[in-house]
């Protein structure tokens, strides 16, 4: 854990937010700022700072990450029409915290940057 870290904050349960999902490895939450009708956010407990910083090691956290945005995906209703699951990853790629995270947006036709 990262003590300056939001999602470090909201995984530890130091600053409460309403969560969708929660286990040992991953927590879900709705985006503060959505870009799509439905805009969620699947986050890893362990502070891994982006996705420069992922090792085979982060084998299981990942699997996690994508087996919980399909299951959101299917519990939320989206999952028929399709959705999209994206990474930023810096500056150019329009990251802001710095806390790797796993963008799902779906609730209308995505263009080609999102
Ligand atoms: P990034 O820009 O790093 O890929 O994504 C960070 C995301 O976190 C942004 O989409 C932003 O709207 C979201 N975000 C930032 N602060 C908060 C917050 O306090 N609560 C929630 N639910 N989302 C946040
Ligand atoms: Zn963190």
């Not at 699947?42 to 990942?62: C, N, Q, Y």
């Not at 994206?86 to 806390?99: E, S």
Request: charged share 20%; proline share 6%; net charge negative.
């Amino acid at each position: 854990m990262s003590s300056d870290c939001l999602f470090c904050a909201m995984g530890s349960g130091v600053m409460d937010v309403p969560k969708l999902h929660d286990d040992d490895l991953v927590f879900a939450i709705r985006d503060i700022n959505p870009r799509a009708p439905t805009h969620l956010l699947v986050i890893p407990k362990e502070h891994i700072p982006g996705a420069l910083d992922i090792t085979e090691a982060h084998g299981p956290v990942l699997g996690r990450m994508y087996a919980v945005a399909a299951a959101l995906a299917r519990s939320e209703g989206f999952a028929d029409n399709g959705f999209r699951l994206a990474v930023n990853c810096g500056d150019d790629g329009g990251q802001t915290v710095y806390h790797l995270h796993m963008h799902v947006l779906a609730g209308r036709r995505l263009g080609p940057e999102g």
